[in-house]
Antibody, heavy 119, light 107 residues
Framework: EVQLVESGGGLVKPGGSLRLSCAAS????????MNWVRQAPGKGLEWVSS????????YYTDSVEGRFTISRDNAKNSLYLQMNSLRAEDTAVYFC????????????WGQGTLVTVSS | DIQMTQSPSSLSASVGDRVTITCRAS??????LAWYQQKPEKAPKSLIY???NLQSGVPSRFSGSGSGTDFTLTISSLQPEDSATYYC?????????FGQGTRLEIK
């Protein structure tokens, strides 16, 4: 059974940093591209970042480019999102999502971790 | 960036009704479109990929169609458990983008 479990969320002050983790199990992690998708309270889904299997290809949405860094450790079956210079508008539930084998649609999702940026 | 526009934003229908949700892309995306279902306080769930392929385990009353810029998600016979918000997503190019969502309520 595919499982994605996010952790690392919490309350942080504007300008602060946070590192999210996603522990994957139930599939060969190194064979799939991975993603972060977020959802602000009461709002829709927003794609944040994607990383290819060997980390060769990385993409970000414009609003986080230069502040967030996606990474993965295939030996540890883990995905990460380092978030720096956090803003109030980054407040959201952050979901880890696995690509489908042949495309950038999201076949499996974690339960999400809440990040709150507030003074 | 490719903008995805869903309609309607919300709808109310009765059990057994046929329901259709539309998603329009601001430029052609071939068949690179997915649909997701999200229930309150839950993670989204994959329903449809490549416009018309049903995710394994999803009931056959869900179907998708379209290509280019216009797509539809159809629920052939609405069930109480289908109450949720539905999102389309294009993956033709980065940045990946979602529609704003359609909230489906059961009368």
């Amino acid at each position: 059974e595919v499982q994605l479990v996010e952790s690392g969320g919490g309350l942080v002050k504007p300008g602060g940093s946070l590192r999210l983790s996603c522990a994957a199990s139930g599939f060969t992690f190194s064979r799939y591209s991975m993603n972060w998708v977020r959802q602000a309270p009461g709002k829709g889904l927003e794609w944040v970042s994607s990383i290819s299997t060997s980390s060769s290809y990385i993409y970000y949405t414009d609003s986080v480019e230069g502040r967030f860094t996606i990474s993965r450790d295939n030996a540890k079956n883990s995905l990460y999102l380092q978030m720096n210079s956090l803003r109030a508008e980054d407040t959201a539930v952050y979901f880890c999502a696995r690509d489908r084998n042949t495309s950038s649609s999201f076949e499996y999702w974690g339960q999400g971790t809440l990040v709150t940026v507030s003074s | 960036d490719i903008q995805m526009t869903q309609s309607p934003s919300s709808l109310s229908a009765s059990v057994g009704d046929r329901v259709t949700i539309t998603c329009r892309a601001s430029q052609g995306i071939s068949i690179w479109l997915a649909w997701y279902q999200q229930k309150p306080e839950k993670a989204p769930k994959s329903l449809i990929y490549t416009a018309s392929n049903l995710q394994s385990g999803v009931p056959s009353r869900f179907s998708g169609s379209g290509s280019g810029t216009d797509f539809t998600l159809t629920i052939s016979s609405l069930q109480p458990e289908d109450s949720a918000t539905y999102y389309c997503q294009q993956y033709n190019s980065y940045p990946l983008t979602f529609g704003q969502g359609t909230r489906l309520e059961i009368k």
